[in-house]
């Protein structure tokens, strides 16, 4: 299919440079040369069924350039800057985020953030509703059976605590001001270990367990947080949720947003999502989960590159980012981001597209897939 494209992109330039070819020919001296294929090349650019797909060809590439040049212009226009609300110390709570507390109702909720720009199931059975505008004062809050907040989650300067503790804080003030993260967490009669010797530390304080996630790339600083109310974390009843449609959409949409949210606090602009590279990036991890690897290299020795031609994307600047074992894309992202390379693909100035893919292995770990391009 490819290579007809090629041909037919090829007798498409030559038909609108035939008049500039004639006369420079005419001015050479391979011009008799040329008087003899002459009626061979003018019969084949005047025959009308190739004169109409030619210029068929000019206006879909016409159009294609309309398009992407109006995508660029969007990406690349100033971010108008949204004002940060006031933060409160919460009142009877460790914490809170853009002055939202656990067992918060969602009318008031909505009566302060407006409706959610996006609603995906997430792993503890509920859904991620989040808010923000242009991914400014990003959040994500997930309820429970009565309406009442059961999780929050934000990665931008949101955080509040009555412990003093906010986005920026040093992990040594962490521990100083919370005491000894916890080392595993009970789940029925099972204890399940906590990884030790991560980017981040787990709590329980007031009933709710509190991840600190700390960016080790900017001095072990708190770079987000996530609040889960215990009730809620124990009723699920591993670290790993099983696969199911909607999980694997929710943490697809989940990784996209939280890019966007991490870009926008660098400074950078947003990535519009794309259909046609999450089908890329989806089948390298159902590929990754199917046959036991991980790598850039699949096992028929394709990149990501030979996956991303293969299936039409058309680039100038491209890159992936794998991830695998983590609980959710939450933690997927903030791993990605202490990840060097990783992190350089996430923060990279010239992109303007991402497709993300997901799939699940026989022990339901995630295998994530990020294809960004230009």
């Known amino acids: 299919m490819r290579k007809i494209i090629r041909s037919l992109l090829f007798l498409f330039i030559l038909f609108i440079s035939w008049p500039f070819i004639e006369k420079q020919i005419a001015k050479t001296e391979f011009y008799p040369i040329y008087e003899s294929i002459q009626s061979e090349i003018r019969n084949i650019i005047e025959d009308p069924n190739v004169t109409a797909a030619l210029l068929s060809i000019y206006d879909t590439v016409n159009d294609i350039t309309s398009n992407n040049n109006e995508d660029m212009n969007n990406s690349s226009k100033e971010i108008k800057q949204v004002e940060k609300p006031d933060l409160a110390i919460p009142s009877g709570h460790a914490f809170s985020v853009h002055n939202i507390v656990l067992g918060k109702l969602k009318t008031e909720v909505e009566g302060q953030l407006g409706q959610p720009q996006r609603t995906s199931y997430n792993e503890y059975g509920n859904e991620w509703h989040t808010y923000h505008n242009n991914y400014q004062n990003f959040i994500m809050v997930a309820y429970d059976e009565k309406n009442q907040v059961n999780a929050l989650y934000t990665n931008q300067d949101l955080i509040s605590s009555s412990y003093g503790i906010k986005l920026g804080s040093q992990k040594d003030e962490v521990i100083q001001q919370l005491g000894k993260p916890l080392e595993h967490i009970r789940k029925g009669l099972t204890y399940f270990e906590l990884p030790k010797e991560t980017d981040y530390d787990v709590f329980l304080i007031d009933h709710s367990f509190i991840t600190i996630f700390y960016d080790k790339h900017e001095g072990n600083v708190v770079t987000s947080i996530q609040i889960i109310r215990e009730d809620l974390e124990k009723r699920k009843k591993s670290f790993y949720t099983d696969e199911t449609t909607q999980l694997k959409e929710g943490f697809e949409y989940q990784l996209f947003d939280l890019t966007n949210a991490s870009r926008i606090t660098h400074g950078l602009s947003t990535l519009g999502w794309d259909d046609h590279v999450k089908e890329t990036a989806r089948k390298h991890s159902n590929d990754m989960a199917e046959l036991n690897y991980f790598s850039h290299t699949n096992l028929d020795g394709d990149s990501p590159f030979d996956r991303m031609n293969e299936d039409d994307i058309f680039f100038t600047v491209a ?56």
């Open 319 to 374: 890159g992936e980012n794998l991830a695998t074992g983590q609980f959710s894309s939450i933690y997927a992202h903030e791993g990605l981001m202490n990840s060097l390379g990783h992190r350089e693909n996430i923060l990279k100035p010239e992109y303007q597209f991402l497709g993300v893919g997901v799939a699940f292995n026989e022990e339901a770990h995630p295998y994530y897939t990020e294809n960004f391009f230009k």
